[in-house]
Each structure stands twice: as C-alpha cells, then as structure tokens.
C-alpha cells in the first residue's frame, strides 16, 4: 500500500509529515534499526545544511544531552532516482532532511524501508554530527547501528520466519502447478487416444 499522511502519532507525540515522494507506514506502531556494524555516510548534506544547523543548535541548547536520531525514509516517487532513501534528523518530534544514503546502499536497503513500513514500524539509526565550526563550517552526517533492542531482535526473527513461510508457500504452489499440469496432460491424452484409434482404422480401410 502506498499510503501518505500529512503526520501520524507515535508513542507519545505526533510525527511530522513525511512528504509527497516517501512511502509512509500504515501503522505506525514501534521503532527498530538495522543492526548491521556498518557506520553510513549521509550524502547531499550541503543542500540541506541550513536544517541541519537548526537541529545542531537545538542540541547543543539542550541541557539532559538527549540521543539525535535519524528516520531511515523510502522515496519511491523521487524523480531522480526511485530507490532512494531519505535520512531526516528526528529531535523531540522535529524533523529535518539532512541528504540521502549512498545510491548503491539505498537500492540496497529501499526494500527492507518499504517492508518495515508496511509492517508498522519506523527505521530509526542513531545519527552523529560533525563540523559545523568556524573553521569547518560544513556539517557531516554519520549513521552508526543502534544497540540491539527485544523490538529490534524480534522482528529480526519475525522477517526469517515469514521468509521462511514465503519459500514454503511458494514450494506448495509450485507443487499444486505441477499436479495440475500433469492432470491437464492427462486429459490431453486421453481425449487424443480415440482420435488416434479412428485415423488407424481409417488408414486401413474400415
């Protein structure tokens, strides 16, 4: 299902529109990351900077030090490239764009964004900024794996078994196919057969 909303709720808060190209969850239920080792690079940040700052701002005026997340967000309605994957920085229910992950890694990683969407939930990497000063004014983007959580880990598990319930499905189907197809011949031959018997019986005359 291809579903926009212009926001949905979540845990206790409501998130902002994702936007006209992106595939949005039809339930929003829970969130979970991709618990790979694998550090990304966000590209494309230096057209999103002016975002990026205000989130860099509001965390360094943040006292408690809380954890910058970024949203994982399929595009398959972006007109440059329909495997695209965007990355916004997700602070106290604020959203910022702040680029895109790499285009081998997006059409990669697309599918597994659309799947967990439709599964209700919301792909979520803790995200790390750096730059930002006088001497480097631009800002980088780094998504690093989140600790393995239960709803992380189950889910993990879900996606083997329902992998699982797929091949075996399609194992079953393929068998009915082929009994079916075997029983079509059947009747193929026996409806030639008396045909057959008559051209023999004609080819000798009676």
Known sequence: MDARYDSFPFQDGQFP???AKAYAPVVPTRAMGFTDDEEWEV???SRYL??????K????ADDEGGTLFAQLIAEPLNEFDRHAVRV????????????YLPREQAYRLQPLVVQAADDGLIVLREASLYGGTPDRPNIGVWLSPPPMSSDSQDYADFRAERAADERDDSATAQRA????REHREAIVAEQAAPSEKRSLWKRLGF
């Open 177 to 180: 196919d082929a009994v079916a």
């Open 50 to 55: 002016e975002g990026i700052r205000r989130v």
């Open 57 to 60: 701002e509001v965390m360094d």
């Open 43 to 45: 590209v494309g940040e």
């Open 88 to 99: 916004d920085l997700v602070w106290d229910y604020q959203r910022e764009t702040c680029g």
């Open 17 to 19: 529109p994702l936007g």
